[in-house]
C-alpha cells in the first residue's frame, strides 16, 4: 500500500476506496445474490437494454410500495432513481425508488415492483405506455376540492412512474386502471400530480400522481386501445412510418447477457427501430444472425433470438462475437466473453 501511495500520489483513502472497487467488480458475479437475468428496460423502445449487473436481496412486502427489494451494484454501473429493470426470469418489471453513492466504492438503493402498464395519450395523438408502481391512496388527501361531493379515500390510488416529459401531461387525464384483459371500464382521473417531492438531482427522479376514481364514458373511451378520452383527441396522429431503408435507416439492438458461463446456455434477442427509435417488427427485417467465434459454439436460432452455449473449459477466457447482418452490413453486434 504504501508503495502504491508512493508512486500514485494519491493517499491512503484513495487507494482504498479503489482496491473496494476492483475487490467488487471481481467477486460481484460470484456472489449468490447476483441476478444474471436483470436487464436494464427501455420504456421509450419497449425492450431490454443491457445487462444491470446487479446483486438483490431483503425482498420484502410493504404497505407502501407493495413488493419492494434492495440491489447493489458496482461504482462504475450507476443505477439511477427512475430507471427500470426488467426481471427477465418471472417477466417482472422493477422502478428504481432510491439509489445511493456509499463513499465511492458501490451503489446501493431499493426498487419496488410495477403491477400496471399505464397508457395516455398526449395532446399530438401519441400514445405512451410505462410500466407503473400503483398503492392505496388512502392516507393522502384527493387532488381536487369542492363542498357537494365527499370522495372516499379507497377509491384513490398513489401512482408512481419513472420521471419523463410524456408525464407532465398526465395531470387531468382520465385513463384506465383495470386488471380484465378486455374491455375494461375502471375509470380514473389523475387529479394532483408532483414533480418535486421524488427529485433527487442528478440521481434521478420520480413521477408521482393521485388518481381519483370517476365513470366510464363508453363513447369516448376506447377499451380496446385502452385510452380514455381517445376520441377528443381532435388533432390526427401522426402519419404511418414508411418503410425504412435497411441499409440507411435501420438501427439493431442486440440484448443479452454478455458473460456466457462454461455449460450453460444463454438467449440474445434483436430488437429493430428506425432512425426515430420507433419500434419496427422483426419479422419485417431481412436479416441474418452470425457468430464470428474461432471456436464452435451450440447454437440454436427461434424468431428474433439465438441461443449459444459452448461445454470446454479449454475455452474459459476466450471471447467471441454475434453479429446481425443486413444486405452483407453488419448492423449490430455484441462481444460475449466465456467465464468459468
Not at 86 to 107: A, E, G, P, Q, R
Not at 316 to 340: D, H, L, P, R, Y
Request: charged fraction near 25%.
Amino acid at each position: 500500500m504504501k508503495e502504491r501511495i508512493k508512486h500514485s500520489g494519491s493517499t491512503a483513502r484513495e487507494e482504498m476506496i479503489i482496491d473496494g472497487q476492483n475487490l467488487l467488480k471481481e467477486e460481484l458475479e460470484h456472489d449468490s445474490s447476483y441476478s444474471p437475468t436483470m436487464y436494464f428496460w427501455n420504456p421509450v423502445l419497449g425492450c431490454d437494454d443491457r445487462p444491470a449487473k446487479v446483486r438483490i436481496y431483503k425482498r420484502k412486502y410493504s404497505s407502501l410500495n407493495g413488493n419492494y427489494q434492495n440491489f447493489l451494484t458496482t461504482y462504475d454501473n450507476p443505477i439511477k432513481i427512475g430507471e427500470y429493470l426488467h426481471d427477465t426470469k418471472d417477466d417482472t418489471y422493477w422502478l428504481i425508488y432510491n439509489s445511493f453513492n456509499v463513499n465511492d466504492v458501490h451503489y446501493e438503493g431499493k426498487m419496488i415492483q410495477c403491477n400496471y402498464l399505464l397508457k395516455w395519450q398526449l395532446a399530438n395523438g401519441e400514445i405512451i405506455e410505462r410500466y407503473s408502481n400503483i398503492v392505496s391512496a388512502s392516507k393522502y388527501d384527493v387532488g381536487e376540492t369542492g363542498n357537494s361531493t365527499l370522495v372516499l379515500s379507497s377509491n384513490n390510488y398513489t401512482i408512481l412512474i419513472g420521471y419523463c416529459e410524456e408525464g407532465f401531461e398526465l395531470e387531468g387525464k382520465r385513463v384506465f386502471i383495470d386488471m380484465k384483459p378486455t374491455k375494461p371500464t375502471k375509470v380514473f382521473k389523475i387529479t394532483r400530480s408532483d414533480d418535486v417531492l421524488y427529485n433527487s438531482g442528478n440521481m434521478g427522479s420520480l413521477l408521482s400522481f393521485i388518481a381519483d376514481k370517476t365513470e366510464f364514458n363508453p363513447n369516448d373511451d376506447n377499451q380496446e386501445l385502452r385510452i380514455c378520452d381517445y376520441n377528443k383527441n381532435t388533432t390526427p396522429l401522426p402519419p404511418a412510418p414508411q418503410p425504412p431503408n435497411e441499409t440507411t435507416d435501420l438501427r439493431c439492438v442486440i440484448s443479452g447477457n454478455t458473460n456466457l458461463k462454461n455449460g450453460y446456455k444463454r438467449t440474445y434477442t434483436a430488437t429493430f427501430t428506425d432512425k426515430n427509435n420507433n419500434p419496427i417488427d422483426w419479422q419485417k427485417v431481412n436479416y441474418q444472425w452470425n457468430v464470428d467465434s474461432d471456436f464452435e459454439l451450440k447454437k440454436t436460432i427461434s424468431d428474433n433470438k439465438i441461443s449459444l452455449s459452448v461445454n470446454d473449459e479449454n475455452y474459459i477466457g476466450s471471447s467471441f462475437f454475434i453479429q446481425i447482418i443486413i444486405n452483407n452490413i453488419i448492423v449490430s453486434k455484441a462481444k460475449i466473453n466465456i467465464i468459468e
